[in-house]
Nanobody, 124 residues
Framework: QVQLVESGGGLVQAGGSLRLSCAASGGTFRRNAMGWFRQAPGKEREFVAGMNWSGSVKYYTDSVKGRFTISRDNAKNTVYLQMNSLKPEDTAVYYC?????????????????WGQGTQVTVSS
């Protein structure tokens, strides 16, 4: 059983940066594929970024390519999402997710464990 705790959200002006962290405990974090999702009010939860255990495979949704970077430190059981050039449309609750397998998925139903979410608000 993997427990995930996100941190690093907050209020930032458009063009600013934030780094989200997701600390994992339990399970076998080093082998888990990890993902970041977000959910804006009135919208479905959507995939943002995902990576495999080694970092050799990374996926991003088109709207964040070139602005967001997913990374992980397996020694610290932590995955990060560096968000640069933030836009008001990036405003959402951001969730960290872990998959028991090693394949990187982009759909919510493939992930087995979820954090509680952290709010990111980008003002114009």
């Amino acid at each position: 059983q993997v427990q995930l705790v996100e941190s690093g959200g907050g209020l930032v002006q458009a063009g600013g940066s934030l780094r989200l962290s997701c600390a994992a405990s339990g399970g076998t974090f080093r082998r888990n594929a990890m993902g970041w999702f977000r959910q804006a009010p009135g919208k479905e939860r959507e995939f943002v970024a995902g990576m495999n255990w080694s970092g050799s495979v990374k996926y991003y949704t088109d709207s964040v390519k070139g602005r967001f970077t997913i990374s992980r430190d397996n020694a610290k059981n932590t995955v990060y999402l560096q968000m640069n050039s933030l836009k008001p449309e990036d405003t959402a609750v951001y969730y960290c997710a872990a998959d028991d397998g090693i394949v990187v998925y982009t759909t919510t139903y493939e992930y087995d464990y979820w954090g509680q979410g952290t709010q990111v608000t980008v003002s114009s």
